[in-house]
């Protein structure tokens, strides 16, 4: 089993910053993939904000349009993301994500951009 502990969520104003941690403990695969996706309103789904993997690939969503960057500390197993400039649009359930030899889930953080 792997945990994951979520941290960094809150409200800030837009154009100001935030950052998001997530660290994993338990049974960690050797390669694994581990990031944030953000819960679609009205919609079962969630869509991808950024995520890296083990060979430090990082992947973001379309509507980051750059001003995010995701990076990992391998030796914790824990992985941060800048969210730079935020917009009143990037409010959400952000959840974080693992996946390993199986796939975990966070329990999700509040970000609310609002003045």
């Known amino acids: 089993q792997v945990h994951l502990v979520e941290s960094g969520g809150g409200l800030v104003q837009p154009g100001r910053s935030l950052n998001l941690s997530c660290a994993a403990s338990?049974?960690?695969?050797?390669?694994?993939?581990m990031g944030w996706y953000r819960q679609i309103p009205d919609n079962g789904g969630r869509e991808l904000v950024a995520?890296?993997?083990?060979?430090?690939?990082?992947q973001y969503g379309r509507f980051v349009n750059g001003r995010f960057i995701i990076s990992r500390d391998g030796a914790k197993n824990t992985v941060n993301l800048q969210m730079n400039n935020v917009e009143p649009s990037d409010t959400g359930l952000y959840y974080c994500?693992?996946?390993?030899?199986?796939?975990?889930w966070g329990q999700g953080t509040q970000v609310t951009v609002s003045s």
């Open positions: 338990g049974g960690i695969s050797l390669v694994y993939v």
């Open positions: 994500h693992f996946r390993g030899h199986r796939e975990y």
């Open positions: 995520t890296i993997g083990t060979h430090d690939a990082a």
